[in-house]
């Protein structure tokens, strides 16, 4: 999908907006049961982040979705503390109320602005 493709590269390129520190790991990462994750990155103490990527609105069950990585994650890289983003163009309250009860999570909406 271009634009889903289009919102990565923007997204790569904006981390340290999105977090001070956060640097990419790997993109488009092939999991073997999990699925493919969007972004792998580490933040500034050098814990992982799974960083999921919604082009249009973002429903809760994306939710299940990248604790499903973050659980991966974890395993595979034996790491003690996974944290994730999702980006979303908008949230619903729906989004808001399941991360609510994951404190490890967080919701941004991103904004694309031309002055």
């Not at 969007?38 to 299940?64: F, H, I, S, T």
């Not at 595979?76 to 994951?102: D, T």
Request: proline fraction near 3%; charge should be neutral; glycine fraction near 6%.
């Amino acid at each position: 999908n271009l634009a889903e493709r289009n919102l990565e590269d923007f997204v790569v390129q904006q981390l340290e907006a999105i977090e001070p520190g956060l640097h990419l790991v790997e993109r488009q990462l092939s999991t073997p049961d999990a699925g493919r994750l969007d972004l792998l990155c580490k933040d500034a103490n050098g814990n992982y982040v799974v960083v999921e990527l919604k082009r249009m609105q973002g429903k809760d069950q994306v939710v299940g979705q990248i604790l499903r990585y973050m659980g991966w994650v974890r395993e595979a890289y034996h790491a003690e503390k996974v944290r994730g983003i999702i980006i979303v163009g908008k949230k619903n309250q729906a989004l808001s109320y399941a991360v609510m009860a994951a404190p490890d999570i967080q919701v941004k909406e991103f904004k694309v602005l031309i002055d």
